[in-house]
C-alpha cells in the first residue's frame, strides 16, 4: 500500500514517529517519507540513523502544526499523513491549557485544512484514551481533535479519495513519556510512588501501536475511531515487575488523573462496532447506512464501556516482567506471543 506513495508523519521525530520511520523504511518502498517536526535537533540525531544517502526516500521538514501556510507547502504532492504531534502531559495541560489548545485542537483545523486544500488521500490522527469522556484538559483538546477529524469528512461531499479517520488508544509502553523509565530511576532510590493503588490503565507497545496505525491508514474509509482491543494493567503490578524488592508509596492522585481509563464511554455504545481485533466508532448520523460497511461486525449492547477496569484481559505481573525485558528491543517476535495469550491474536502487519 505504501510503494511509490509520499508520507508525512506529523511529530515524526518522536518515539511513535521513529517506529512507523523504522517500519516504512524496512518493509516498503516510498516515493518519500517526510518527518514534520519544529525541533531541528532531533531532526539532526535521527537523520544520523535513517539519512538521505542510505534512505533516498528520507525528507526532514521543520515546521509546526499551529503553521498551516507551513503544512500546506509540507503537504503538496503527499498522499497519507499520519498526525502524530500533539502536546501530552496531563499535568502541564492543567497549568498551561492555552498552549494545549493551540498545538491539539487549532493544530488539526489546520492539518485538516491543509489536506483539504492539497492532494492529501489520507488522513490518520492519532488520538488518546483520555478523550473518552474527559476530566483533563488534555483529554478534552483531544476530543475536539477527534470530532474535528470524523467531521472533516462530510466537508468534501463524502469524496473517498478524501479521507480522515482516527486511531484511539492508551499509554505506549516503551515510548519517551511512557512511566516505565520513571519507575526504573525511581527503583534507584529504593521505592516508588504510587498515586493510587486501584489504578489501572490499558497497554500496548510501541510496535503494536505503530502496526496498528499503519493497519488502519489501510483499512481506514473515513469517519471512524478505531479502538484496538488491548489488555489492561494494575499500576501496582508494573511497578513490582519492574522493582518486586521496592517499597510502593502512595503519594496521591495527579490534576487531571483519572483511577481507570475508557476507550468507548457507555454513551458510545449504541454507535460502535465490534470486530476480531478491534472496535469502531462511527458518527451517529450515519451509523445505520455505514454500519452494513461491515458484515462482519456486530453492534455493541447498550450500555457497553471499555474500561481499563473492568476488561475481561489483563497482564499477569510475570507477563509484564516479561514485557519490560524485551521493550528494549527493535522488533520482539515474542512480544506477539505475549499479546496472543492475552486475547488478541493478531499484529497489524
Known amino acids: 500500500m505504501l510503494n511509490d506513495k509520499t508520507i508525512l508523519i506529523t511529530g515524526g521525530t518522536g518515539s511513535l514517529g521513529k517506529r512507523l520511520t523504522e517500519i516504512i523504511l524496512s518493509h516498503y518502498k516510498?516515493?518519500?517519507?517526510?518527518?514534520?517536526?519544529?525541533?531541528?535537533?532531533?531532526?539532526?540525531?535521527?537523520?544520523?540513523?535513517?539519512?538521505?544517502?542510505?534512505?533516498?526516500?528520507?525528507?526532514y521538514f521543520l515546521g509546526d502544526v499551529r503553521d498551516k501556510d507551513?503544512?500546506?507547502?509540507?503537504?503538496?504532492?503527499?498522499?497519507?499523513?499520519?498526525?502524530a504531534a500533539a502536546l501530552k502531559q496531563v499535568p502541564a495541560a492543567e497549568y498551561n491549557p492555552g498552549e494545549f489548545i493551540r498545538t491539539n485542537i487549532l493544530g488539526a483545523m489546520n492539518i485538516i485544512?491543509?489536506?483539504?486544500e492539497t492532494d492529501v488521500e489520507k488522513v490518520v490522527a492519532l488520538s488518546t484514551d483520555k478523550a473518552c469522556n474527559p476530566i483533563n484538559l488534555y483529554?478534552?483538546?483531544?476530543?475536539?481533535?477527534?470530532?474535528?477529524?470524523?467531521?472533516?469528512?462530510?466537508?468534501?461531499?463524502g469524496n473517498l479519495h478524501k479521507t480522515f479517520s482516527v486511531v484511539r488508544y492508551g499509554n505506549v509502553a516503551g515510548s519517551r513519556g511512557s512511566v516505565i523509565p520513571f519507575f526504573q530511576e525511581c527503583a534507584f532510590k529504593g521505592s516508588i510512588p504510587i498515586?493510587?493503588?486501584?489504578?489501572?490503565?490499558?497497554?500496548i507497545t510501541l510496535d503494536q501501536a505503530?502496526?496498528?496505525?499503519?493497519?488502519?491508514?489501510?483499512?481506514?474509509?473515513?469517519?471512524?475511531?478505531?479502538?484496538?482491543?488491548?489488555?489492561?494493567?494494575?499500576?501496582?503490578?508494573?511497578?513490582?515487575?519492574?522493582?518486586?524488592e521496592c517499597r510502593q508509596e502512595v503519594v496521591g492522585i495527579r490534576p487531571g488523573e483519572k483511577i481507570h481509563e475508557l476507550m468507548i464511554?457507555?454513551?458510545?455504545?449504541?454507535?460502535?462496532?465490534?470486530?476480531?481485533?478491534?472496535?469502531?466508532?462511527?458518527?451517529?448520523?450515519?451509523?445505520?447506512?455505514?454500519?452494513?460497511?461491515?458484515?462482519?461486525?456486530?453492534?455493541?449492547?447498550?450500555?457497553?464501556?471499555?474500561?481499563?477496569?473492568?476488561?475481561?484481559?489483563?497482564?499477569?505481573?510475570?507477563?509484564?516482567?516479561?514485557?519490560?525485558?524485551?521493550?528494549?528491543?527493535?522488533?520482539?517476535?515474542?512480544?506477539?506471543?505475549?499479546w496472543s495469550t492475552t486475547a488478541v491474536t493478531t499484529i497489524y502487519e
Not at 500546506?72 to 499520519?82: K, L, M, N, S
Request: glycine share 6%; hydrophobic share 40%; charged share 25%.
Open 113 to 116: 485544512d491543509a489536506a483539504l
Open 265 to 338: 464511554g457507555h454513551d458510545d455504545s449504541h454507535n460502535a462496532l465490534e470486530l476480531e481485533r478491534y472496535h469502531i466508532l462511527l458518527p451517529q448520523t450515519v451509523f445505520e447506512q455505514r454500519f452494513k460497511e461491515y458484515p462482519s461486525a456486530k453492534r455493541l449492547p447498550p450500555g457497553f464501556e471499555y474500561n481499563s477496569g473492568t476488561n475481561p484481559v489483563f497482564l499477569r505481573p510475570e507477563e509484564l516482567r516479561q514485557a519490560i525485558g524485551q521493550l528494549e528491543g527493535v522488533y520482539n517476535a515474542s512480544m506477539r506471543t505475549l
Open 139 to 157: 483529554g478534552a483538546t483531544k476530543l475536539c481533535s477527534d470530532k474535528l477529524f470524523i467531521a472533516a469528512n462530510s466537508i468534501h461531499g
Open 30 to 59: 516510498p516515493h518519500k517519507l517526510i518527518i514534520f517536526s519544529r525541533d531541528e535537533l532531533k531532526q539532526f540525531e535521527m537523520s544520523k540513523r535513517w539519512n538521505s544517502d542510505r534512505y533516498p526516500s528520507i525528507r
Open 210 to 244: 505503530a502496526h496498528f496505525v499503519l493497519h488502519i491508514l489501510e483499512v481506514g474509509r473515513g469517519g471512524e475511531i478505531f479502538v484496538p482491543k488491548i489488555p489492561s494493567i494494575r499500576i501496582t503490578d508494573l511497578a513490582w515487575a519492574i522493582a518486586p
Open 70 to 83: 507551513r503544512l500546506v507547502q509540507a503537504f503538496r504532492g503527499v498522499d497519507y499523513v499520519i498526525h
Open 195 to 203: 498515586t493510587d493503588p486501584r489504578m489501572t490503565r490499558f497497554w
